[in-house]
């Protein structure tokens, strides 16, 4: 009699690490920020990646990478336009636009995360800024007829 046992491959753990090491190969230039926290720049557009200690890092919003920052694209309503968090702001031109996209496009596809059918369509905005309605997510605002 014969007795045949089978076993199971390991899968494979892809640590932070090797994600990071994957990128590196597609191109992408990496700088050690802070403990498990990697920016990631390519093209001139950069995100921010961090170990999350799960099966899959947290990717920060990308954006235009402007001096030490990144400013994220935002919509003005007339306007598109990239804004670091020091207040820098530049009007967003069609080959950035191109880029970021691209640059989004490969990040995902490097670190192995799921591709959203509407983030592939094109960009995506976090902030909608629109002079008409400037302050409006900060409360009610002041009335010109209340004193």
Same mark, same amino acid.
């Given at each position: 009699?014969?007795h045949?046992?089978?076993?199971?491959?390991? %899968?494979?753990?892809?640590?932070?690490?090797?994600?990071?090491?994957?990128?590196?190969?597609?191109?992408f230039?990496? %700088? !050690?920020?802070?403990?498990?926290s990697?920016?990631?720049?390519? &093209?001139?557009?950069?995100?921010?990646?961090?170990?999350?200690?799960?099966?899959?890092?947290?990717?920060?919003?990308?954006?235009?990478?402007?001096?030490?920052?990144?400013?994220?694209?935002?919509?003005?309503?007339?306007?598109?336009?990239?804004?670091?968090? !020091?207040?820098?702001?530049?009007?967003?031109?069609?080959? %950035?636009?191109?880029?970021? &996209?691209?640059?989004?496009?490969?990040?995902?596809?490097?670190?192995?995360?799921?591709?959203?059918?509407?983030?592939?369509?094109?960009?995506?905005? !976090?902030? &909608?800024?629109?002079?008409?309605? %400037?302050?409006?997510?900060?409360?009610?605002? &002041?009335?010109?007829?209340?004193?």
């Amino acid at each position: 009699m014969i007795h045949m046992f089978f076993r199971r491959e390991k %899968q494979k753990v892809v640590t932070f690490g090797d994600r990071i090491a994957n990128l590196e190969k597609l191109g992408f230039a990496t %700088q !050690s920020e802070n403990a498990g926290s990697v920016r990631v720049l390519r &093209h001139g557009c950069g995100a921010t990646i961090s170990d999350t200690a799960k099966d899959k890092p947290s990717v920060g919003k990308a954006g235009l990478a402007i001096g030490k920052e990144i400013g994220i694209l935002v919509d003005g309503g007339y306007q598109k336009f990239f804004l670091t968090p !020091s207040g820098v702001k530049e009007p967003a031109l069609a080959p %950035q636009l191109k880029a970021l &996209h691209a640059f989004e496009e490969d990040l995902r596809e490097g670190l192995g995360l799921t591709s959203l059918y509407n983030e592939s369509l094109g960009t995506t905005f !976090s902030e &909608h800024l629109y002079d008409r309605v %400037q302050d409006r997510d900060r409360g009610v605002p &002041h009335r010109p007829w209340e004193k």
